[in-house]
């Protein structure tokens, strides 16, 4: 079974503040996928980024930067000097190789107030 | 980008009608899902297909229904809307380049906001 933990429900963070959203993860699978949605108040899901289990290699694109830790079963996701439009829904997930669908995270709510 | 459509963006209907949440998408994806979220909550995954003819249901229990005829098109029906059918509805795709990691990627349509009076 897999299954995917962001224990944070709600942040709230001030504009040009940096602010890290956690992840954690748990599948007994070698081979799996890790995703990153944002979703704004108009409500679709916007596809952020894919990791793959065999590659920990950290990404930067922008402002956005995720951290994959194998380690300790993470992929955090953090934004740098947030602005008001990085406030949304952001969706962790995860798919095993043996799976059928997407498991989604809670979610963690951003609020950049300005 | 992405091109996966879901009609009507919102509906509001009465008890007891039986409605159909239309989603298409362009791609070519052999995959395809429903989901339903209610407000600020997490997706759960209703229904999904991985091609035509073949169509199977979520980790959620629904009343829901849905076909797989063509590639492009996976429709969700009610037969019998309640109250407890309000929620928002999302299609997604996946499953191109085949057996490629791209092939995991799930893209969303906009949703359908339902509410049942």
């Known amino acids: 079974a897999q299954k995917v933990t962001q224990a944070q429900t709600e942040i709230s963070v001030v504009e040009k503040e940096d602010v890290t959203l956690d992840c954690v993860y748990e599948?007994?699978?070698?081979?799996?996928?890790l995703f990153w949605y944002k979703q704004p108040p108009s409500g679709e899901l916007v596809f952020l980024i894919r990791?793959?289990?065999?590659?920990?290699q950290n990404e930067i694109s922008g402002r956005y930067s995720w951290n994959f830790q194998k380690s300790t079963s993470s992929f955090n996701f953090t934004i740098t000097a947030s602005q008001v439009v990085d406030s949304a829904v952001y969706f962790c997930a995860l798919i095993a190789n043996s799976g059928y669908a997407l498991n989604f995270g809670k979610g963690t709510s951003l609020l950049v107030t300005p | 980008e992405a091109d996966i459509y879901q009609t009507p963006r919102y509906l509001v209907i009465g008890t007891g009608k039986k409605i159909t949440l239309e989603c298409s998408q362009t791609?070519?994806?052999?995959?395809m899902y429903w989901y339903q979220q209610d407000p600020g909550m997490e997706l759960h995954l209703i229904h999904y297909s991985y091609g035509v003819n073949s169509t199977e249901k979520g980790d959620l229990s629904s009343e829901s229904t849905v076909s797989r005829i063509r590639t492009e098109h996976f429709p969700l029906t009610l037969e019998s809307a309640r109250p407890s059918h309000t929620s928002q509805y999302l299609c997604?795709?996946?499953?191109?380049?085949?057996?490629?990691?791209?092939?995991?990627?799930?893209?969303f349509g906009p949703g359908t906001r339902l509410t049942v009076t």
């Open positions: 990791r793959n289990s065999f590659d920990e």
């Open positions: 997604a795709s996946s499953g191109y380049p085949t057996g490629t990691p791209h092939s995991y990627e799930q893209y």
């Open positions: 599948t007994r699978d070698t081979t799996y996928y």
């Open positions: 791609m070519g994806h052999d995959k």
